[in-house]
């Protein structure tokens, strides 16, 4: 039990840094991160050369706790496009590297990233 635990770790691990290797973020063009768990979604604007993350949200914000967008659904991934989306806009960031880490880009990753182009955002 133990070990398939370890190795399933190990799997999504080096997953994670097969996408990423590739992937590095600027100050005009950072990277997108989004982070899919059981029960919530996060994005994250990144700058790699600074090491900053210059905004994020999540369904744990507190603007969506006790509402429909407070755990992960497609609704959810929606709203978190917009939002991130608004947030770059306020950084004057057009464009952005998709960072989708060990997760496939359908569903709910994918219903972020429409939101988030449909924001005004380009990847």
Do not use: W
Not at 68 to 73: A, D, L, Q, T
Request: glycine share 8%; charged share 35%; net charge positive.
């Amino acid at each position: 039990m133990r070990t398939t635990t370890i190795r399933k770790q190990n799997v999504r691990q080096r997953r994670t840094m097969r996408v990423r290797k590739r992937l590095r973020g600027d100050a005009q063009k950072p990277r997108l991160c989004v982070v899919k768990t059981n029960m919530h979604l996060e994005a994250q604007l990144i700058d790699d050369e600074k090491h900053v993350t210059l905004g994020s949200i999540s369904t744990i914000a507190k603007e969506f706790r006790g509402t429909e967008f407070g755990r992960k659904s497609k609704k959810a991934a929606k709203k978190i496009g917009e939002r991130i989306a608004e947030i770059a806009k306020k950084y004057d960031i057009e464009e952005v590297i998709f960072d989708r880490g060990p997760s496939k880009y359908h569903g709910v990753l994918a219903e972020l990233a429409d939101a988030a182009r449909a924001g005004g955002l380009k990847f």
